[in-house]
């Protein structure tokens, strides 16, 4: 990535000699082998078995193998992809080829450098919601907030989160994917930074739900945008931005081990507010820890900005140019990927054209911001809902899979996003123990990298897969939760906290992975949305709970968090698809 990178320079034009004559084209044939894999009983009679769905991503439905790539050949697999995906127009058509040149372009440099940058969005989202809890106790003693009203803190972050996913999603359907991908991280960045110099309570809480806007749209944007660029056959890299997530939480935790302990009033202190003048009190000026933690992280954000908008070029997503009417830009960034992963391609508008249809025959070549929007809500009409109640086994996975994303939802933040309290109250109240508290949590942070990595290998285990992995790594996972509240030694809540974010990573990780593989292709974008909803929702419901729940037992939140989680486990031993060794089209 050169330095200096003109981010306000076309890039997308000029690629000499990477396009190549269909005739000279890498030999085509069926990329998913597995297709042809013999099918269980079941799987023969219900008809919609989840290793033989057609992908709207992917455009690969097709089971026939060619000798050479023609016009015949494109023209069959587009037939084959349309209709299994029931939407059948010029712009359908072109997203099927596209994908099909991006497929044979292959994995190379450029998504390599996509896949760190949007790395960014995940790490980035996981930074903020750990760092916000980091702050919560220095927040609550200057200003004067109780230690359970301070939790407010974090719902104000949570409805940033959630009117940023949801903004976010649609928006970059309708400016462009690119304006998207580096406004939410400047955003975030911008407000990060400016939250450090928050003069009140009320005024930290408002710009920390302002930078939740901007993170908010790192996971839909980002997820989305990376696996538009993705060949099929390396989709799997889009499971391996869940590792990105635990280093948000590790670069936080051991930030706020070197600032909080050491540029923080004594924990005996008043805030200043609710004493007389002159009496000793805790000052911004001796409690600079948590603004110097909220600083460096709005300076880490606005890096991570820095680095997606002047070292890489992104090149605007074929689909969205494709959708606004923009063919011939469309064509050139795909020959950009071309040149960047230094290969070629056989893609040209004339090829778009034959058999998509030349744009002077089609009514409707540009969709208008009306029709991006409704492709949007379409997703969540009847029609996209229904089929994923179309079969016993597959409605049956669809509540299980819902119901646990809801319960995950708002179990990890009962008790993630208010650990540095939990581990504080059991030190008592004295500088040393908010040392040791903040201490074990970068400890805990860093265990729990490990958990995201191995999870990548246990869902491959014959008799383990994805299934088991997901139930033995919740069902302890809820276990330790409880055993965190038997003891309050400090020493013993750091092994369980530890355990707990090792095999929670694990679960997690696994559970993203899973959720997209169930579900057939048209309906997966419907199903998948509707979890991530459910599970922004119950996160916004979280710190309510541990509000008013922690108000007459500190435990009660964690006691809730261990008993959501034991749900969503129970829910996990129901589930009747195993994905392993399957092709998810």
Request: hydrophobic fraction near 45%.
């Amino acid at each position: 990535m050169p330095f200096g990178l003109n981010p306000f320079h076309k890039h997308d034009h000029d690629f000499p000699g990477v396009v190549v004559p269909l005739s000279e084209a890498p030999s085509h044939s069926n990329p998913n082998p597995v297709l042809e894999k013999t099918a269980s009983p079941d799987e023969k009679t219900d008809g919609k078995s989840l290793d033989r769905a057609p992908s709207e991503e992917a455009g690969v439905g097709s089971v026939q193998n060619y000798d050479h790539l023609t016009i015949e050949a494109l023209r069959a697999e587009v037939e084959t992809d349309v209709a299994a995906s029931g939407k059948d127009t010029a712009y359908d058509r072109k997203a099927k080829l596209i994908n099909r040149a991006i497929q044979d372009i292959g994995m190379g440099r450029y998504q390599w450098e996509l896949f760190a940058l949007c790395g960014f969005g995940w790490l980035a989202d996981n930074l903020w919601l750990q760092g916000v809890a980091l702050t919560l106790s220095p927040i609550a003693q200057e200003f004067g907030v109780s230690s359970t009203w301070v939790r407010f803190t974090t719902c104000s972050l949570f409805l940033g989160l959630c009117i940023g996913a949801s903004f976010w999603g649609i928006a970059s359907d309708i400016i462009g994917r690119r304006p998207a991908f580096n406004l939410t991280l400047f955003i975030c960045g911008v407000f990060g930074i400016a939250a450090g110099g928050g003069p009140t309570w009320i005024g930290v809480c408002a710009l920390y739900s302002c930078l939740g806007l901007g993170v908010g749209g790192n996971l839909p944007v980002d997820g989305a945008l990376f696996l538009e660029f993705l060949p099929f056959a390396s989709g799997n890299l889009l499971t391996m931005l869940s590792v990105w997530w635990p280093v948000g939480q590790l670069i936080g935790s051991l930030l706020a081990w070197a600032f909080i302990p050491n540029y923080s009033c004594s924990s005996d202190l008043p805030s200043c507010g609710s004493v007389a003048s002159g009496v000793a009190c805790c000052s911004k000026k001796d409690n600079m820890g948590w603004r110097y933690l909220v600083f460096t992280l709005g300076a880490i954000t606005f890096a991570m900005f820095i680095c997606r908008f002047f070292l890489f070029h992104l090149y605007e997503s074929p689909k969205y140019l494709l959708a606004r009417g923009r063919q011939a830009e469309a064509v050139a960034s795909v020959h950009g990927i071309a040149h960047k992963n230094k290969a070629k391609t056989w893609l040209t508008e004339e090829i778009l054209n034959e058999i998509g249809g030349y744009p002077e025959e089609v009514q409707e070549q540009k969709l208008s911001f009306g029709n991006i929007i409704q492709r949007n809500l379409s997703k969540f009409s009847l029609e996209r809902i229904g089929p994923l109640f179309a079969t016993k086994k597959l409605g049956l996975s669809t509540i299980l899979l819902w119901f646990c994303w809801a319960t995950i939802g708002m179990g990890y933040p009962l008790f993630n996003a208010f650990l540095p309290q939990y581990l504080e109250n059991a030190g008592g109240s004295s500088s040393s123990s908010t040392y040791v508290a903040y201490r074990n949590y970068a400890i805990t942070s860093i265990v729990g990298v490990p958990g995201s990595i191995l999870a990548c290998y246990t869902v491959e285990i014959k008799y383990v897969g994805r299934k088991g992995t997901m139930v033995i790594s919740t069902l302890i996972t809820g276990i330790l939760l409880f055993c965190f509240t038997a003891s309050t030694n400090s020493n013993i809540q750091l092994v369980c906290s530890c355990l707990e974010a090792f095999f929670q990573n694990i679960m997690y990780g696994v559970l993203y992975a899973y959720t997209p593989e169930v579900f057939p292709a048209p309906n997966r974008g419907t199903a998948t949305g509707i979890a991530s909803c459910l599970n922004r929702i119950a996160g916004l419901c979280a710190p309510l709970v541990a509000i008013y729940g922690g108000g007459s037992n500190p435990d009660a939140p964690i006691y809730a968090s261990g008993g959501l989680i034991l749900a969503a486990f129970a829910a996990m031993c129901l589930l009747p698809i195993e994905t392993r060794g399957k092709q998810t089209l």
